[in-house]
């Protein structure tokens, strides 16, 4: 008989992390969240129990796995779960790939902390990821499973064309950002340029130069995470000396840690626009900061992968966009 027919209807579950984008994503799919009880052990210990049968269902898990690590724990906790109750597919959501930084063996003596939590993941019985932006595109090959590996860029490119602001320059905040900035300026029909900094350490940098023309035009700076935002706010220091008229910054997963909130808030940015893979509660948010959604992204990835249809149409950018 044919998958399709096998498996049940959907069971909509999620962890703690992001309950907003949980919740947004059943309401665009038609499909309430089920519950599922998370709760801890006087000693700090995670519980986890889905409420609702899963016998025979097709099983989607929404958590990023950002820190603190019981995100990541709660998720292999739900998988398995499912498992346990014969679920017949479990996916696991992951708008947020925590790790992910830790993606090879750059110095002595490290681990490489990606590759462990795939297979954790794929121990524990995913049988198939979604995901936004990984950190290092080689980390779908840390799975031994399906991965779709999804790309905020149709948001991001959307919002920008909306607007409908001229003479853009795209800047990748370094060369690993290179690929995603040539991306952007593409589809918006902008120039590129490129920063060559000099990191002195984790989260701390020195910008060396700029490549390129910025004097004059309204800058991108695109990057898939900021962190402490040290970097990024450096990087804004140095286009604005180099006479860039404005500074937008983009970045598809906010962690906003430490510091953030004051590095970015006091930098000369226009406008700094993320997505909600990650919840960013109201205390790490700032004049300049605008979140989009990828509930409308994730709700259609969802919804094909359990019609066993092609997610392709979702990497294009349509020209009405």
Same mark, same amino acid.
């Given at each position: 008989?044919?998958?399709?027919?096998?498996?049940?209807?959907?069971?909509?579950?999620?962890?703690?992390?992001?309950?907003?984008?949980?919740?947004?994503?059943?309401?665009?799919?038609?499909?309430?969240?089920?519950?599922?009880?998370?709760?801890?052990?006087?000693?700090?210990?995670?519980?986890?129990?889905?409420?609702?049968?899963?016998?025979?269902?097709?099983?989607?898990?929404?958590?990023?796995?950002?820190?603190? !690590?019981?995100?990541?724990?709660?998720?292999?906790?739900?998988?398995?779960?499912?498992?346990? =109750?014969?679920?017949?597919?479990?996916?696991?959501?992951?708008?947020?790939?925590?790790?992910?930084?830790?993606?090879?063996?750059?110095?002595?003596?490290?681990?490489?902390?990606?590759?462990?939590? !795939?297979?954790?993941?794929? =121990? =524990?019985?995913?049988?198939?990821?979604?995901?936004?932006?990984?950190?290092?595109?080689?980390?779908?090959?840390?799975?031994?499973?399906?991965?779709?590996?999804?790309?905020? !860029?149709?948001?991001?490119?959307?919002?920008?064309?909306?607007?409908?602001?001229?003479?853009?320059?795209?800047?990748?905040?370094?060369?690993?950002?290179?690929?995603?900035?040539?991306?952007?300026?593409?589809?918006?029909?902008?120039?590129?340029?490129?920063?060559?900094?000099?990191?002195?350490?984790?989260?701390?940098? *020195?910008?060396? #130069?700029?490549?390129?023309?910025?004097?004059?035009?309204?800058?991108?700076?695109?990057?898939?995470?900021?962190?402490?935002?040290?970097?990024? !706010?450096?990087?804004?220091?140095?286009?604005?000396?180099?006479?860039?008229?404005?500074?937008?910054?983009?970045?598809?997963?906010?962690?906003?840690?430490?510091?953030?909130?004051? #590095?970015?808030? =006091?930098?000369?940015? *226009?406008?700094?626009?993320?997505?909600?893979?990650?919840?960013?509660?109201?205390?790490?948010?700032?004049?300049?900061?605008?979140?989009?959604?990828?509930? *409308?992204?994730?709700?259609?990835?969802?919804?094909?992968?359990?019609?066993? *249809?092609?997610?392709?149409?979702?990497?294009?950018?349509?020209?009405?966009?």
């Amino acid at each position: 008989m044919d998958d399709t027919f096998r498996r049940g209807p959907l069971l909509l579950l999620s962890g703690r992390a992001n309950l907003p984008l949980a919740e947004e994503i059943g309401e665009r799919l038609g499909s309430s969240m089920d519950t599922a009880t998370i709760r801890r052990f006087a000693d700090g210990e995670l519980f986890v129990r889905i409420d609702k049968n899963a016998r025979g269902r097709d099983v989607i898990i929404v958590q990023p796995t950002n820190a603190p !690590a019981e995100n990541m724990m709660e998720l292999l906790l739900l998988i398995d779960a499912a498992k346990r =109750a014969s679920a017949a597919r479990v996916t696991a959501v992951v708008p947020y790939f925590g790790y992910g930084r830790q993606d090879r063996k750059d110095q002595p003596r490290v681990a490489i902390g990606a590759k462990l939590m !795939a297979n954790l993941m794929v =121990a =524990a019985g995913t049988d198939r990821v979604i995901a936004i932006d990984f950190h290092q595109h080689q980390i779908q090959g840390f799975f031994d499973i399906p991965v779709d590996h999804l790309y905020a !860029a149709p948001v991001f490119t959307r919002f920008f064309r909306e607007k409908g602001l001229k003479d853009l320059v795209v800047v990748a905040p370094d060369v690993g950002s290179a690929k995603m900035a040539r991306g952007y300026s593409k589809r918006l029909g902008a120039t590129f340029a490129i920063i060559d900094k000099r990191r002195s350490g984790p989260n701390s940098s *020195e910008v060396m #130069n700029v490549v390129g023309d910025v004097e004059g035009r309204t800058c991108i700076l695109t990057d898939d995470m900021v962190d402490t935002g040290g970097t990024i !706010a450096n990087a804004v220091h140095a286009l604005k000396e180099r006479g860039a008229h404005k500074v937008y910054v983009v970045a598809t997963h906010a962690l906003l840690s430490g510091s953030a909130v004051e #590095n970015l808030s =006091a930098a000369p940015i *226009e406008e700094f626009v993320v997505t909600n893979t990650i919840h960013i509660p109201e205390e790490r948010r700032f004049p300049q900061l605008t979140v989009l959604s990828v509930g *409308e992204l994730l709700a259609d990835a969802i919804r094909f992968v359990h019609s066993n *249809e092609s997610v392709s149409a979702l990497f294009e950018i349509k020209e009405n966009d």
